[in-house]
Each structure stands twice: as C-alpha cells, then as structure tokens.
C-alpha cells in the first residue's frame, strides 16, 4: 500500500526549521518528535537559514517591488485620469455648460 503524502502549513515547518537553528536537539530527535523525514528537517532548516536576511531588509525584495511596480500603475492611472479631466472641463467651457 503507498504511503500518503502528508502537507504541512508553513507555521509547522518554521516551528520545526526553528527548533533544528536553535541546536538543542538532534535532527533524528526533532524528526521523531514532530514525525516527519530527517531530510525533510534539514531542508527546512536550510530554508529558513537562507530566508532569514530577508526578514531584516527594507522595504526591498518581492514585497517592494511589488509595491513599485502598483505604485507605478496607480501614478499613470492618476495621470490618464487628470488629462481626461482636462480635457472635459475645456470641452464643457467651449459648449457653455
């Protein structure tokens, strides 16, 4: 019979990657701990090593270029929008509205 694949949230793989950074435990004890693969403790762990910069940078990475790139798209939207303004209020002065 095929194991099934079990999917753990994001909050249960930082607490595990957290507990394996700290190095209180063995990976063998937090895996049999938290019954997952010891491969699958190292790899979160190495995951959350890597990610850990990002967390203390500003305003920088995805979240603010992503935050550019709507700002961006907003200050063009204000700007098509003033010029068809513009151009309504010159066309209501000229038909006496």
Do not use: N
């Not at 910069?53 to 700002?71: D, T």
């Amino acid at each position: 019979m095929k194991a099934k694949r079990r999917r753990h949230d994001t909050a249960f793989k930082a607490r595990v990657g957290l507990e394996a950074l700290k190095g209180q435990k063995t990976t063998q004890q937090i895996a049999g701990e938290y019954e997952v693969h010891p491969t699958q403790v190292s790899e979160w762990k190495r995951t959350l090593s890597e990610g850990l910069p990002a967390a203390f940078q500003r305003g920088r990475g995805e979240v603010g270029e992503e935050f550019e790139r709507e700002r961006e798209r907003l200050h063009s939207k204000i700007g098509e929008l003033t010029v068809k303004l513009d151009f309504l209020e010159k066309k209501s002065r000229q038909l006496g509205l």
